[in-house]
């Protein structure tokens, strides 16, 4: 009885270890997300890094950043993003973006206006394949 309680503990140990070396993944299966944004007043633009982060700007920032964090983001996955001035519900521009790997910071930015950004409230709506992902809100004083 013993000998075969421990053949049966053998074999569950050795079935339970073949299981756990086997994985099988398909880039069809992924759902891209945004896992963070952050705004910032400065980043590394090769690495994407952000130096400043700030979500509170002045009119004469030469240049306000967004990194967004893109994960299991299949080939062919388009991230865009929608700049807004809300005080007087403008829209200013949008760009669209295609991850070069699943799993990467995407940099998105917009230039000073030649009169300097108008003090308000500003979003950015960023959007996976066509789908609101989320909306980051910021300031200008």
Do not use: H
């Amino acid at each position: 009885m013993k000998t075969r309680l421990f053949g049966m503990i053998i074999i569950i140990v050795i079935l339970t270890a073949f299981t756990g070396c086997v994985t099988i993944t398909s880039n069809d299966n992924l759902i891209p997300i945004i896992s963070k944004t952050t705004m910032a007043l400065e980043v590394d633009e090769e690495t994407f890094e952000v130096i400043v982060a700030s979500d509170v700007f002045k009119t004469d920032t030469p240049i306000i950043y967004l990194v967004a964090q893109v994960e299991d983001a299949p080939e062919g996955t388009q991230v865009r993003a929608e700049w807004y001035y809300l005080d007087e519900e403008i829209f200013i521009d949008d760009i669209t973006v295609e991850p070069e790997y699943q799993n990467q910071p995407m940099l998105f930015s917009l230039g000073r206006p030649d009169t300097g950004w108008p003090i308000g409230k500003y979003q950015a709506s960023l959007y996976l394949n066509e789908e609101k992902a989320t909306i980051v809100f910021f300031t200008v004083e």
